[in-house]
C-alpha cells in the first residue's frame, strides 16, 4: 500500500515537470528571441540585431574589434555580409550589414535612399550629414575620438553600406543566396568600382595612434544631423 | 517501477529537448535531408488534366489550359506530356528554400514578426520582364540545381526549426501545384500554417481546393489593364476572378502592385484598381505598393520615384481601401501599418523588419479598434 502511494507520488511529480517543460518551451518560442534580438529597446531606441538606434540622439551604435592599426585600407569598417571585405578594413564587425542599413534607413530614410541611387547612378556617395565616433577603453579610461583623418568623414564612405547589385545575393535577401559561394572577379570588380570616392583614392593609411591595438573591442557610433 | 523509469525517461526526454538552445532562422542549405542535389527525381503525374485524341493532353490548372503534345512541356516548361500523362517535373524538387520574414511577402497582418519557410520551383505561368526572381521562374527543369524534399520532410524542416508557417513563392506556385497542395493537407495535419504568394491566374476548381488547406494568400497585382498585363505576357481577368475566389472562401488575402513606371504607375489605372477592391474584396484586404528597381527586362527604366508611391498611398486611401504600405522603400513612414480606427501607428516597421507591435487580442491598442487578419 505505502509503495503504491509512493508511485501515485512520484508520478504526480512527473506530470507536473512534463507541463512545466512544456510551458518553457512555450516561452523560449522564436517569438520571445525575435523580441529579444529585434524591437523596441527604451523610449526612442531600436535595437536591430547588434545594431543600437537612438532615434532621439540620431545615433546608429555597433560594436566591432580592430583588425589593423596601421595598414592601409580601404575601409575603416567592415561589417557582417561582404566577408572578404574584412581583410581590407581597419575595424571588422560581429553586427549584420543589412541590419546596419535598416537602422541607417530608420534614422535617414532620405539618405539611404540618396545612397541607394547614387550607387546605381555611378555618383558619389553622399554623407547625409552623418559624422563618425569611436570609444574604446585605453588605460582604464574610456577614449571617445571623432573620425576625421586627411578629410576622411563621410561615413558611407568608410563603412562600406552595401551595394544595391550585390545585397540581394550577398547578403541572403534572395533566394539565390549567395552569402557561401565566392563571388567572381568580374562582380568583385564591379562592387570595387561602385564605391566611388570623392577623394579618388581606393585606399588609405590609418593615421599613427588613431586607433588602439588589433584585438581592441571599440564601439562605433554613426550620429546623425 | 517499470512504469516509473519509462516515464521519468520520457521527462528527462522532453526537458532535454525543451531546454536546447532554439536555433536561429538562417540559411537552409546543408541541414539533413535538404541538400542541393543535381537532378532530384521531380516527376509526378499531375493533377487537372484531360487526355484528348492523339496522345495530346490539356492542363486545365491554370488559365492558359495548354494543349500539349507528346514529349512537350506547357507554357510553365515544368508540367510535360509524357506518354498521354501530364506530369509534374518539379514535384520534390525545389530549387529554393530559405527562411524569410513573413513581412517579405508581403503579409503584414498575418503572424506581424514571424518567420516563413519559403520554397520555390523553376518555371513560371508569366512572363515578367520585370521579373525579380527570373532567374528561377524562367529557368527549366535541368537548368538549376534543386533540393531532394519530399511534402514530408518540407513539414518536418518547418517544426524542427521552429518555423509557424510553410510559404510557396520565389516563382509561381501555381505550376507546382501537386507539390503544393500535398505539403498543405500535410501541414494542416501536423499544425503548420500555409501561405502561398501567387499571381493568381489558375482555375477556379484547383484553387477552390488548395483554398481548403491555406491559411494566407498575397496575390501580385500587376496592375489594373490588359495592357499593363502584357508586360507579363498574361491577362487580368483570371486574377481579379482569383481574388474574389479567395475572399468567398474566407481565406486571408492581401495583395501587392508593385508599381512600375510608364507600365502601370498611371493614376488614373491605381484609382480603378483601389476602387474595385473596396467593391469587391472590401476595405480590409491590405495593399501594399511595392518599388520597381530595374531588373531582368526593364533595366532601361529607372527606379519608381517616391512621389510615384506616395501618391499611389494617397488614392488607395481616398478610394477606401484601410491598411496600405509602401515597400522597397526602407525607413519610409508608410512601411508602417497605422491604426483605421485612431491613426496610430499599429505596427511599426522598417523594410521588413517589425520594430514594434501595437496589436493585442485583434485590437489597436490605443482605441480598441479591431483590426482585420490572423493574428495568432
Redesign the interface.
Known amino acids: 500500500m505505502k509503495n503504491r502511494s509512493l ?1 501515485f507520488y ?2 504526480i511529480a ?1 506530470l507536473a ?2 507541463l512545466a ?2 510551458l ?2 512555450r516561452a ?4 520571445g ?3 529579444a534580438r ?3 529597446a527604451g523610449e526612442e531606441q ?1 535595437r ?1 540585431g547588434e545594431v543600437l538606434v537612438d532615434l532621439e540622439s540620431g545615433e546608429a551604435v555597433f560594436p566591432a574589434e580592430v583588425r589593423a592599426n596601421a595598414d592601409e585600407v580601404r575601409f575603416l569598417a567592415n561589417l557582417r555580409g561582404y566577408l572578404w571585405l574584412d581583410e581590407e578594413s581597419a575595424l571588422v564587425s560581429p553586427a549584420r550589414l543589412l541590419d546596419l ?2 537602422a ?6 532620405e539618405f ?2 540618396e545612397y541607394r ?1 547614387s550607387l ?1 547612378e555611378g555618383r558619389p556617395v553622399p554623407d547625409g550629414g552623418f559624422t563618425l565616433r569611436l570609444s574604446w577603453e585605453e588605460n582604464g579610461e574610456i577614449r571617445d575620438e571623432a573620425v576625421g583623418w586627411s578629410g576622411r568623414e563621410n561615413p558611407a564612405e568608410l563603412i562600406f553600406l552595401g551595394s ?1 547589385y550585390f545585397d540581394e545575393f550577398v547578403l ?1 535577401a ?4 549567395c ?2 559561394c565566392p563571388l567572381f572577379p568580374l562582380e568583385k570588380e564591379a562592387i570595387d568600382r561602385l564605391q566611388s570616392r570623392s577623394g579618388l583614392a581606393s585606399s588609405f593609411t590609418v593615421p599613427e595612434g588613431a586607433l588602439p591595438p588589433p584585438g581592441t573591442a571599440v564601439t562605433v557610433t554613426i550620429l546623425g544631423r | 517501477m517499470l ?2 523509469a519509462v ?2 525517461g ?2 528527462a526526454v ?2 532535454f ?3 536546447r538552445p ?1 536555433a ?4 537552409v ?1 546543408g541541414l539533413t535531408g535538404a541538400t542541393p542535389e543535381a537532378g532530384a527525381e521531380g516527376a509526378r503525374e499531375a493533377m487537372y488534366y484531360d487526355k484528348l485524341e492523339d496522345g495530346l493532353v490539356q492542363c486545365r490548372l491554370c488559365f492558359r489550359e495548354c494543349a500539349i503534345p507528346e514529349g512537350r512541356s506547357g507554357y510553365c516548361r515544368v508540367r510535360k506530356n509524357e506518354d498521354g500523362r501530364l506530369v509534374s517535373l518539379v514535384y520534390g524538387a525545389p ?2 528554400v ?1 527562411i524569410d520574414p513573413v513581412e517579405k511577402e508581403p503579409q503584414h497582418h498575418f503572424l506581424p ?3 516563413i519557410l ?1 520554397l ?1 520551383t523553376v518555371g513560371c505561368n508569366f512572363k515578367c520582364r520585370h521579373c525579380h ?1 527570373w ?2 521562374s524562367q529557368s527549366s527543369p535541368g537548368d538549376l540545381r534543386v533540393y531532394d524534399l519530399p511534402p514530408g520532410k518540407v513539414v518536418e524542416l518547418a517544426r524542427e526549426r ?3 508557417t510553410i510559404s510557396f513563392t ?1 516563382n509561381d506556385p501555381i505550376v507546382f501545384y501537386e507539390y503544393v497542395y500535398d505539403i498543405a493537407r500535410l501541414a494542416r495535419e501536423k499544425g503548420v500554417r500555409i501561405l502561398w504568394h501567387s499571381n493568381g491566374a489558375i482555375n477556379p476548381a484547383p484553387l477552390r481546393e488548395l483554398l481548403k488547406y491555406t491559411d494566407a494568400v498575397t496575390i501580385d497585382l500587376k496592375g489594373f489593364s490588359e495592357r499593363a498585363y502584357r508586360n507579363s505576357d498574361a491577362e487580368l481577368k483570371p486574377v481579379l476572378r482569383t481574388l474574389k475566389i479567395i475572399r468567398e472562401e474566407g481565406v486571408w488575402l492581401e495583395i501587392v502592385n508593385l508599381v512600375i513606371p510608364t507600365i502601370n504607375d498611371d493614376p488614373d489605372e491605381i484609382r480603378r484598381m483601389s476602387r474595385w477592391i473596396v467593391e469587391n474584396l472590401g476595405p480590409d484586404v491590405p495593399l501594399h505598393f511595392s518599388r520597381f ?2 531588373n531582368y527586362r526593364l533595366t532601361h527604366l529607372a ?1 519608381t520615384p ?1 512621389s510615384t508611391l506616395e501618391k499611389a498611398y494617397r488614392i488607395a486611401r481616398e478610394e477606401g481601401v484601410r491598411y496600405v504600405t509602401l515597400g522597397n ?5 508608410k512601411n508602417s501599418t497605422f491604426c483605421s480606427g485612431c491613426g496610430e501607428r499599429i505596427i511599426h516597421r ?2 521588413f ?4 507591435n501595437h496589436i493585442e487580442a485583434g485590437g489597436c491598442n490605443f482605441c480598441g479598434h479591431k483590426i482585420a487578419g490572423v493574428w495568432e
Do not use: M
Request: proline content about 9%; hydrophobic content about 45%.
Open positions: 508511485l512520484l508520478l512527473l515537470s512534463l517543460a512544456r518553457f518551451r523560449s518560442g522564436p517569438e528571441r525575435d523580441a529585434f524591437g523596441k531600436y536591430l542599413q535598416q541607417l534607413a530608420l534614422l535617414d530614410w539611404w535612399e541611387l546605381l544595391p541572403g534572395s533566394p539565390a543566396d552569402r557561401a | 512504469l516509473l516515464g521519468a520520457a521527462a522532453l526537458i529537448s525543451s531546454f532554439a536561429r532562422p538562417g540559411r542549405t530549387s529554393a530559405h514578426g514571424t518567420d519559403c520555390g526572381n532567374h528561377l521552429g518555423v509557424p520565389y528597381f530595374p527606379p517616391v522603400l526602407p525607413g519610409h513612414e522598417v523594410h523588419q517589425v520594430l514594434a
